[in-house]
């Protein structure tokens, strides 16, 4: 039996609400200093998420919007120019505290620090985005509290593919059965699954409803004292919000079975 030795976080959506309020505002003020006149609402952002990676998101857009742009030779660079713009006008959001931890993450990582867990970050969306946002909540310490941190281009292949969790994985050099992957999305699960990782997942507004097929558990976050997290399948934290004893005790359960 392999006893628990880390949890692998996803960022956006699983650490903090980031999409609505903050990748798709910051896309939007990139595509106006551009002085493009593209726009996009929370709805059609929603859409857009089925891809992960925010490069990958602007081609999916154009692809659909303007496919003959697709076609200009300078079509890469001008789409790294303008994720880079993004990148810009993100990070300077997250500077002003504009983007929260979910509730319980923090105490979450606090419980697994005590208890000799590692931690680490697998997530497409680019480094500094990940740094920006554990420094802004967890002061300048934040980001090494986390052994690993897996993001962005690293690995050719964004989530669904396993690969950014088989690299973070190499990285802690554990096996996938030592660790817990914690998950908001569909895409997030099926790339920890073909991980070989067990997840969790915790929705939020995109990604409720999405199929979970494979997950340990999913609930509606991680709940807090006095604030319940809600189990939409699989066990109930026994407290009412999850802690790392739910965490141990449904990892437990899911590497013990045959
Ligand atoms: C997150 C993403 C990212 C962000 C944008 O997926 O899809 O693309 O929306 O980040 P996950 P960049 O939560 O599964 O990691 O613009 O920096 O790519
Ligand atoms: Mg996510």
């Not at 089925?50 to 003959?68: A, H, N, Q």
């Not at 802004?136 to 090494?144: I, K, S, V, Y």
């Not at 915790?202 to 199929?211: F, I, L, V």
């Amino acid at each position: 039996m392999d006893r628990l030795a880390a949890l692998i976080f996803d960022v956006d959506g699983t650490l903090a609400d980031t999409e609505r309020d903050g990748h798709r505002v910051a896309f939007n003020r990139a595509f106006a200093e551009a002085g493009l006149d593209w726009f996009w609402s929370e709805d059609r952002y929603g859409r857009l998420l089925r891809v992960t990676g925010g490069k990958e998101r602007i081609r999916l857009y154009l692809s659909e919007d303007w496919p003959e742009r697709l076609a200009e030779p300078d079509i890469e660079d001008r789409i790294k120019a303008l994720h880079a713009a993004k990148t810009r006008h993100y990070v300077a959001m997250l500077a002003e505290g504009a983007i929260p931890l979910r509730p319980g993450v923090r105490r979450l990582l606090q419980e697994a620090r005590r208890a000799g867990l590692r931690l680490a970050i697998a997530t497409t969306t680019t480094p500094e985005n990940v740094t920006g946002l554990l420094r802004a909540n967890l002061g300048d310490a934040g980001p090494g509290w986390f052994d690993v941190i897996a993001a962005g281009d690293v690995v050719p292949a964004k989530k669904p593919a396993p690969d950014i969790f088989d690299y973070a994985l190499r990285q802690l050099d554990l096996p996938p059965a030592a660790c817990l992957a914690l998950e908001d999305s569909e895409n997030g699960v099926r790339s920890a699954r073909a991980a070989g990782l067990p997840v969790v997942v915790t929705t939020n507004a995109y990604t409720r409803g999405e199929d979970f097929t494979g997950a340990l558990a999913v609930l509606d976050g991680f709940g807090e004292p006095g604030v319940p997290a809600r189990t939409v399948a699989g066990p109930v934290p026994a407290d009412g919000y999850v802690g790392l004893s739910d965490l141990q005790a449904w990892h437990r359960a899911a590497v013990d079975r045959p």
